[in-house]
């Protein structure tokens, strides 16, 4: 019991200090996790993109493993009720719309960070800033209660793995195969070159008798 009070007492907190302009701001950042779609528009552009093509194919697989643990396994096994709903001791404005399935883990927070991980792995720069949104996207589920600090806690953290995991395993077997074709275009090579030789040798001509 105190482990749900004390979870209570951090979403308290950041519920009594909650104004119009975060409210605006926070609206905004849990819009963007909404449903993966920001993630999912993201890594279709890192696909479409030839220089960044292995960093979407990575992450694409990355947000498929954490969808399949978050979503499809995790939340139906646990079934943990929502803050909003389970704390009756007071009345909770949610400002936006609770989704129908069951709390933990946050995936908002998991789709978020194992995109994020996947780009931080291949470039710094984008990859904080991607980071950075992702942290602000977790905060607001916290903002709105509709999380609990574990939620986002181990969503993010599942987020991390399977971005790691996924963009060493795709990573690997892209250069399994760019290694593959490089040794079948230098046989191919090879043989062309023999060949080369082959109808470059002349048979000298018959001496007349």
């Known amino acids: ?3 749900f009070l004390n979870e209570f ?8 200090i909650r104004c ?20 999912i528009a993201v890594v279709i552009i890192l696909i479409a993109y030839p ?5 979407g194919i990575s992450a694409a697989a990355a947000i498929l493993l954490e969808f399949l643990i978050v979503n499809v396994t995790l939340k139906p096994i646990i ?24 709390s933990f883990p946050s995936g908002h927070a998991g789709a978020s960070f194992v995109v994020s991980t996947v780009i931080a792995r291949h470039n710094l720069k984008y990859g904080l800033i991607s980071l950075a949104t992702s942290v602000l996207i977790a905060f607001s589920r916290l903002y709105f209660y509709v999380h609990y600090p574990t939620d ?4 993010a953290a599942i987020g991390v793995f399977c971005g790691i995991i996924m963009d060493k395993i795709v990573i690997a077997k892209l250069k399994q195969r760019d290694e593959r074709k490089a040794a079948e275009k230098a046989k191919a090579a090879e043989a062309d070159s023999n060949e080369n030789e082959d109808e470059a040798v002349t048979v000298p001509p018959t001496q007349a008798e």
């Open 51 to 55: 220089k960044t093509r292995r960093v």
């Open 1 to 3: 019991m105190n482990y």
């Open 79 to 102: 079934k943990r009720i929502r803050p909003c709903y389970a704390n009756t001791s007071r009345t909770i404005d949610t400002i936006v719309s609770v989704p129908n399935d069951y």
């Open 152 to 155: 986002v806690l181990t969503g």
């Open 9 to 16: 007492d951090i979403l308290d907190a950041i519920y009594d």
């Open 20 to 39: 119009t302009l975060l409210d605006y701001l926070m609206h905004f950042f849990t819009l963007l996790g909404e449903a993966g779609i920001f993630w």
